[in-house]
């Protein structure tokens, strides 16, 4: 009844445009397309500057406060370029319009009614005191990898920012699936069966160097965001399967510059944390258009021709992209933990796609800590299999510790398909598989 119910309100919406109790189409416009009666503007700012050491103090309120010190500091220069329209896959704007007025929050935080789509799409209000949570659910049941989504080749690589050095590189392959609230590929809205009410899992596999090959992580994240993730790791030098516990999602990940916590810029439960918007900003951000862009010569006979993001600056600790001046919600979350390393993390949300692209995290001191920059290109200009998705892809990530003068840079090809994360995959059955 639900999946016949969930494609007779599609259908409606597809037929006359709206539909009894759906979205208002101002609303839809206003939250998927914020660029179309005009482009973000700000004061002296012109698309196609670059800000360097020198002239950074004249675009200090278009910059994030971390890249601001790195630029000041000479670690790095933005080149920008206009912005441009980053449009989401038409099924998950429909499933949006169709549902989405029925989306509530409960007295404990959670959602209610919630089918597919963006839960809120509405602009955060100041005055309401769960616009923070909004936004951020906005996230976690976002679009940001689509319904299906395999990393390969996805290299980590160790750099050390005092010497220049690189010290290691990890090269993994990762998987990730919606199970539910899924509108970009069928089964839609959910994945069954699906007895254990998961709503997402993510799956990776170390396949270098030698000491950690085989080594695999295993995440299951459930509908109910008031259950604990489980977690799994498989240790390829032990040969067995171990569970997580909950604590080491907050732990350095394999020694790198990353907790588990911080996957797609927070893993989070969004539970976890206290969540408040602080502002909705124009501000400059890592998106772009992958096929143009200076890319690194690896990696080689690729049968796509695809190649990284290339690195650049202080370490070769940032990417080498152009940014954009764009809308974004910024959010700031403090988690519940009095245990937990962070005292808070201050998160840019772009507006249009709904996606963490740069993450600020702060020690328990308070002290700024972990700058976490995610690269965003847009899908039709990426390999030929990604053209017509409508996600805005994940193109390369930073977690640099400046505490550490230490970071780890991650230069991968995604790929939006379902032909790769088959359910059975993400199994502890399949560690075990995979590991013998």
């Known amino acids: ?156 690589t160790f750099r050390n920012m005092k010497n220049d050095k690189v010290e290691r590189v990890l090269k993994f392959d990762w998987h990730f699936l919606n199970w539910k609230h899924r509108s970009q590929f069928d089964p839609k809205p959910d994945i069954e069966p699906n007895p254990g009410q998961i709503f997402r899992s993510i799956y990776s596999k170390v396949l270098e160097p030698f000491d950690l090959a085989n080594t695999q992580l295993l995440i299951h994240r459930y509908e109910d965001d008031l259950k604990r993730d489980d977690a799994w790791l498989y240790l390829g030098f032990q040969r067995r399967v171990r569970r997580l516990a909950t604590g080491q999602i907050t732990d350095a990940f394999l020694g790198t510059d990353a907790m588990i916590e911080d996957f797609e810029g927070y893993n989070g439960r969004v539970s976890d944390y206290e969540w408040k918007y602080l502002e909705t900003k124009n501000v400059l951000l890592p998106f772009y258009n992958h096929n143009e862009m200076a890319l690194s010569s690896e990696p080689a006979n690729d049968p796509d021709g695809f190649r990284f993001v290339d690195v650049t600056g202080k370490g070769g600790c940032f990417p080498k992209v152009t940014w954009q001046l764009r809308k974004a919600y910024v959010v700031e979350g403090r988690p519940k933990d009095s245990n937990h390393p962070l005292s808070k993390r201050i998160i840019y949300l772009d507006a249009q796609t709904g996606i963490m692209s740069v993450l600020l995290s702060y ?5 700024p800590w972990k700058y976490f920059p995610i690269g965003k290109t847009h899908s039709d200009n990426h390999i030929e299999r990604n053209k017509g998705t409508g996600v805005a892809i994940d193109d390369f990530a930073v977690f640099l510790d400046e505490q550490a003068m230490h970071c780890t840079t991650l230069q991968f090809k995604s790929v939006i398909n379902p032909e790769e994360n088959p359910p059975g995959i993400f199994s502890v059955q399949n560690l075990r598989k995979q590991g013998r």
């Open 1 to 156: 009844m639900k999946t016949l119910y969930t494609a007779l309100m599609g259908l409606s919406v597809l037929l006359c445009g709206t539909v009894y109790g759906a979205m208002d189409d101002a609303v839809i416009e206003q939250s998927f397309y914020p660029y179309k009666n005009g482009l973000p503007t700000a004061e002296g700012y012109q698309p196609g500057v670059e800000i360097t050491q020198k002239n950074v103090d004249g675009y200090k309120a278009i910059l994030d406060d971390f890249v601001y010190r790195y630029i000041k500091q000479g670690w790095y220069t933005i080149k920008t370029t206009p912005t441009t329209s980053f449009d989401l896959h038409p099924g998950y704007v429909a499933a949006t319009r169709a549902h989405s007025a029925s989306v509530k929050l409960t007295e404990r935080g959670l959602l209610q009614g919630f089918v597919a789509g963006r839960p809120f799409p509405q602009e955060p209000d100041v005055d309401d005191p769960d616009a923070g949570l909004k936004v951020v659910w906005n996230f976690q049941r976002g679009f940001n990898a689509g319904d299906s989504e395999t990393i390969k080749p996805f290299w980590w």
């Open 363 to 367: 020690d328990k001191k308070g002290d």
